[in-house]
Every structure is written in structure tokens, then in C-alpha cells.
């Protein structure tokens, strides 16, 4: 089975740092995209950043170069390293993993979840 595990969240003062690691594994034939969402209390889950498997990157309503993503192929891993962190930015972050992955009928291709890290940003 495919498996998707988040580390590194935790709590930081306003202004402080963290990164973010997903590692992906399991049986795919590859992994497509892979990123991170992130839901804050009484919100909608959001996207943060993605990569796919080329590397390209989309990121969410983040001011740029606050956050980074950087993938490793090789690894099935993306980090998310995020700057200058704000109170706004405490939620549930949550590895998204698009995978292609064999099943009895033929490859497919499933998304997949971590189960999520918090984020708490206070002072």
C-alpha cells in the first residue's frame, strides 16, 4: 500500500521557521504530484505548494519566497520550509501525494494523504 508520513510540525514564535518533510512509499509505478495543503480551525483546506513530476511548483496565496518546496525524486520526498511564520499560518498541514499505482484492472492513479502535523504560530 502506499504510504504518506508527515514530520516536523510543532510550535514557533511569530517570525520563526519550520520544515516541513513528506515521505511517500509503496507499490506506484510513480509518483505524479506532490505537496502540501493545510487547514486552519473553521476554514477550507487550502493548497500551499505542489510540485509535479517535473519539478514545477504552484503555490498557494503565500507572499512569495516565504515558503519553498523542494522535491527529491530519488527520495519520494518533499519538504516545505516556511519563513517568517505568522499566527495566520497555524493549521493542520497535510502531504498530498498523486500516485500511479497498480491494481487488478490495470494502473491507476489515486490520490493519497498524510495524516496530518499541526503548525502553531503564538507568541
Known amino acids: 500500500q502506499v504510504q504518506v508520513v508527515e514530520s516536523g510540525g510543532g510550535s514557533v514564535q511569530p517570525g520563526g521557521s519550520l520544515t516541513l518533510t513528506c515521505q511517500a512509499s509503496g507499490n506506484v509505478f510513480a509518483f505524479y504530484d506532490m505537496g502540501w495543503y493545510r487547514q486552519a480551525p473553521g476554514k477550507e483546506r487550502e493548497m500551499v505548494a505542489m510540485?509535479?513530476?517535473?519539478?514545477?511548483?504552484n503555490y498557494g496565496n503565500i507572499r512569495k519566497g516565504r515558503f519553498v518546496l523542494s522535491r527529491d525524486n530519488a527520495k519520494n520526498t518533499v519538504d516545505l520550509e516556511m519563513r517568517s511564520l505568522q499566527p495566520e499560518d497555524t493549521a493542520i498541514y497535510y502531504c498530498?501525494?498523486?500516485?500511479?499505482?497498480?491494481?487488478?484492472?490495470?494502473?491507476?492513479?489515486?490520490?493519497?494523504w498524510g495524516r496530518g502535523t499541526q503548525v502553531t504560530v503564538s507568541s
Open positions: 498530498y501525494v498523486q500516485g500511479r499505482v497498480p491494481s487488478p484492472s490495470g494502473p491507476k492513479t489515486r490520490d493519497f
Open positions: 510540485s509535479d513530476i517535473t519539478n514545477a511548483k
